[in-house]
């Protein structure tokens, strides 16, 4: 035979030798070593690890033994997707940098790992298209349930939203649960867990008006339903009282210690006379203490201050804050709680309203004295 034959033959494949498979090279174990360091099958082994057939106690010993041996890890992700593991728990919020939703987290987790379920956070940005993909990524990875954190604007764009993502998780065995945001029409597959905004501006306006302030600068949010909810509590407490709105001193914005000092000091400028402010939350009230602290006043000597949030920095404050406290780990709690116990049908709760409650500490003082 010529050289030229052979080199025929061997690129036709007709003399070449069978092809062997190639050997994991990145140094993880197969299932199929572990098959045979127990000396039972590929089934044997699945079975064992999965749970979900009966197998001698002989047999399991080798099989775990031979998982130990060599270090195998099996895949969680097939095993999630074919129900022999419990679904994680997703948290999506728009910053995961805030005090408040921080604790929020904080609470899913503790909640989550005393279930045995996994928590994961993610961060949107206030980018709605990001918020419709950790969702639909959610579902894809079937998470036991899909924790969305945060006010909203309650319109029919956000009615839309939340009704596809309910029933897109509720149709692979997932739930959503909205925590501080507006609750969805009746009949839409989601948990609503929220606490009482209106209830604790009510107590932190109350708290202010029973110490004779009259004229009380109030710094609002925009929009969202939250900072409507507080404003409505605000509104109850002057009526409560028989003290007229005065429009001049509602100044809305957003949720921050910039604008806060920003709309202190213009209202300062703008001659507007105040003895009190209501902030609408406690990075607002911070910036507003610096810019009393700018114009030469005095927390409270000149001007009492109450917030909303209770975040841990409130009572290191100087004067420490008189503010409402929101459960802000319990809303973590309730919510993974709510879902999970859903999934086993252990409870048929969609609504739940967490009260809060005011914590008067030294940044308020009484005119009646």
């Given amino acids: 035979m010529s050289d030229d034959e052979t ?31 127990a000396g039972v099958s590929v089934a ?7 749970g979900n ?3 001698s106690t002989d047999t399991r010993a080798r099989v775990m033994e031979a998982v130990k041996a060599l270090q195998y890890v099996t895949n969680v992700h097939a095993r999630a997707l074919s129900g022999q593991v419990a679904g994680p728990v997703a948290l999506v919020m728009s910053d995961i940098t805030g005090p408040s939703l921080a604790h929020v987290a904080a609470g899913v987790e503790q909640e989550a790992a005393r279930h045995g379920r996994l928590s994961l956070v993610c961060a949107t940005h206030d ?3 990001r918020e419709d993909d950790l969702v639909q990524m959610m579902r894809e990875q079937h ?13 029919k764009a956000y009615e839309r939203r939340m009704t596809e993502y309910a029933q897109g998780l509720d149709a692979v065995g997932s739930r959503l649960v909205l925590v501080g945001r507006p609750s969805l029409p009746t009949g839409v597959p989601a948990t609503v867990v929220e606490y009482d905004n209106r209830g604790g501006a009510f107590q932190a306006a109350a708290h202010l008006l029973a110490g004779g302030h009259r004229h009380i600068l109030f710094l609002g949010g925009e929009g969202i339903n939250t900072a409507l909810q507080r404003r409505d509590g605000f ?17 809305n914005g957003p949720y921050t210690r910039a604008s806060g000092f920003l709309r202190t000091r213009d209202a300062l400028r703008a001659g507007l006379e105040f003895t009190a402010i209501f902030a609408g939350t406690d990075m607002v009230a911070v910036g507003a203490m610096a810019a009393l602290r700018e114009a030469g006043l005095s927390v409270p000597g000149d001007i009492s201050l109450v917030a ?11 004067p420490a804050l008189t503010t409402v406290r929101v459960p802000y780990e319990e809303l973590g709690r309730t919510a993974v709680r ?15 309203v967490l009260s809060t409650q005011l914590v008067v500490r030294h940044s308020t003082r009484s005119l009646n004295r």
């Avoid at 998470?143 to 319109?155: E, K, S, T």
């Avoid at 409560?240 to 005065?246: D, K, L, N, S, T």
């Avoid at 909303?308 to 100087?318: G, I």
């Avoid at 709510?338 to 739940?352: G, K």
């Fill in 338 to 352: 709510l879902a999970l116990q859903r999934e086993e049908r252990l409870t048929d709760d969609d609504h739940v």
């Fill in 7 to 37: 080199t025929s033959r061997t690129l036709s494949g007709q003399s070449a030798k069978p092809r062997r498979k190639r050997k994991r090279t990145d140094g993880r174990s197969t299932i199929r070593d572990v098959a045979a360091r």
């Fill in 44 to 50: 044997t082994v699945s079975r064992t690890l999965g």
């Fill in 235 to 251: 509104l109850d407490a002057l009526r409560a009282h028989g003290v007229p709105f005065e429009e001049e001193l509602e100044v």
């Fill in 53 to 55: 057939y009966p197998v």
């Fill in 127 to 129: 980018d709605a298209d």
């Fill in 308 to 318: 909303f949030d209770d975040v841990p920095f409130a009572a290191d404050l100087t």
């Fill in 143 to 155: 998470a036991a349930a899909v924790v969305l954190v945060g006010g909203a604007v309650l319109n």
